[in-house]
């Protein structure tokens, strides 16, 4: 069979039958309906994109501020560059207090 | 008095949605000729046609007037049908062995004699959505918008947003797929 030629009468018999056009009964009414609704639910997508957009500077305000501790925080300041030994001397310091107070 | 069609637009855009109504009226007709193009199901084209209108509204401000409304739009319906075929792409393996008596007939006559064979028979046209249908999305909506409609691949690239060489290379695969569709389908008829 001779494909080339059957291609060439297959877009032909296509391009003798084009689709129709008509538009069902009502159609524009439908649609605009159908868009009263969607702008019903709009508001509450109005919303979520609002909240997501609030998310960004949520997080990113956040972590700027971490890195800003972060990186201006130094050993100038006077505080110690021993994260653990400060942890364990803020939980310890009732307990060394009341040491303190005993050995008094 | 009738109002322009750049005066709805504007209505609409200031918060007059009623005004997209007539828009609606008039251009719904070339929608769903488009859209039939690409469904065969009168649900599934209302579905498309419904969604490239919801669409256009949604967009609609994005809509700057510098070309007519009416390009926007179809850049919209053919956008809208090849996201179409796409979400329905495994629906389209199907076997030829399952043509009707017509199509095989018409088919037969071919075989016979190729000049002899009406292409404004029923018979073509089914056989070609069938063909069309076995094309993947990029294919079927180059061979519809380049073969069958004759548009220009300049006119194509702003359809479909695609790059004039992307629509060339889309096209030589498009045609190159549809012949080894039809292989396929002589095969399978007369093996």
């Not at chain 1, 957009?53 to 800003?68: F, I």
């Not at chain 2, 209505?11 to 007059?16: R, T």
Request: with cysteine; net charge neutral; proline share 4%.
């Amino acid at each position: 069979m001779n494909t080339t030629e059957l291609q060439r009468k297959l877009i032909a018999a296509a391009k003798a039958n084009p689709p129709g056009d008509h538009v069902p009964y009502a159609f524009e009414k439908r649609v605009m309906a159908h868009l009263k609704d969607k702008r019903g639910m709009d508001v509450w997508a109005a919303w979520a994109s609002a909240l997501w957009r609030a998310a960004v500077p949520c997080v990113g305000v956040p972590l700027l501020l971490s890195a800003w501790a972060f990186f201006a925080a130094g050993p100038s300041n006077g505080a110690s560059n021993d994260l653990s030994q400060d942890l364990d001397n803020t939980l310890l310091a009732a307990a060394v207090q009341d040491q303190a107070q005993v050995n008094w | 008095m009738e109002r322009t069609e750049a005066e709805l637009i504007a209505a609409v855009l200031a918060g007059d949605a009623s005004s997209f109504e007539p828009l609606v009226q008039k251009y719904s007709p070339r929608v769903f000729a488009t859209a039939r193009r690409y469904a065969r199901r009168e649900s599934e084209i209302e579905d498309i046609v419904q969604e490239v209108w919801v669409k256009a509204f949604q967009k609609l401000s994005s809509f700057r007037g510098e070309a007519p409304f009416e390009h926007w739009l179809m850049r919209m319906a053919v956008r809208t049908c090849y996201d179409f075929l796409r979400s329905h792409q495994r629906n389209r393996e199907t076997s030829f062995s399952e043509l009707t008596e017509d199509e095989g007939d018409w088919l037969e006559r071919f075989v016979k004699d190729p000049g002899g064979a009406d292409e404004r028979a029923d018979a073509a046209r089914q056989l070609v959505n069938r063909v069309l249908e076995q094309l993947s999305p990029p294919a079927r909506l180059v061979i519809t918008l380049l073969e069958i409609e004759d548009r220009s691949v300049k006119e194509i690239a702003k359809l479909t947003g695609w790059s004039v060489p992307l629509v060339k290379v889309r096209a030589f695969r498009a045609r190159a797929e549809m012949k080894k569709i039809l292989a396929k389908m002589s095969k399978e008829k007369y093996l």
